[in-house]
């Protein structure tokens, strides 16, 4: 168990987007930054896939996404520069949250390169 290398975790689905799902998903979040140390973590929120928007564009998802922020931050999780989120994850908690600019594409992957301004 101390190997794995990545975390996959589903924090939220498209109709239960609620506060206390948000902590609850918070909790799971930062218990599994704690057992896994050295794993990247991915956060998705489900039943959105058939949406053509970006997450940080689809209203729901983005309030979801600040309040699981809120919750991280309320159970005393570390800053989030040290959280150790692969790049796409971290990409769209910026845009979320209002802290990440996009600031290129790639024009093979329509991957997203996100310039994320930390708040202290």
């Known amino acids: ?52 928007r970006e997450v940080w564009d689809i209203p729901e998802a983005k309030e979801y996404f600040e309040m699981f922020i809120d919750a991280m931050f309320i159970l005393n999780a570390p800053p989030a520069r040290q959280w150790r989120m692969d790049k796409a994850t971290m990409g769209v908690v910026a845009m979320c949250c209002g802290f990440g600019r996009i600031i290129g594409r790639d024009p093979k992957t329509g991957a997203y390169d996100i310039r994320i301004a930390w708040k202290e």
């Open 1 to 52: 168990m101390e190997g794995f290398d990545s975390a996959y975790i589903e924090i939220g689905l498209k109709d239960e987007l609620t506060a206390i799902n948000a902590m609850a998903a918070a909790e799971c979040t930062i218990m599994a930054m704690r057992r896994y140390p050295f794993a990247e973590i991915s956060l998705v929120i489900g039943g959105f896939d058939d949406d053509p």
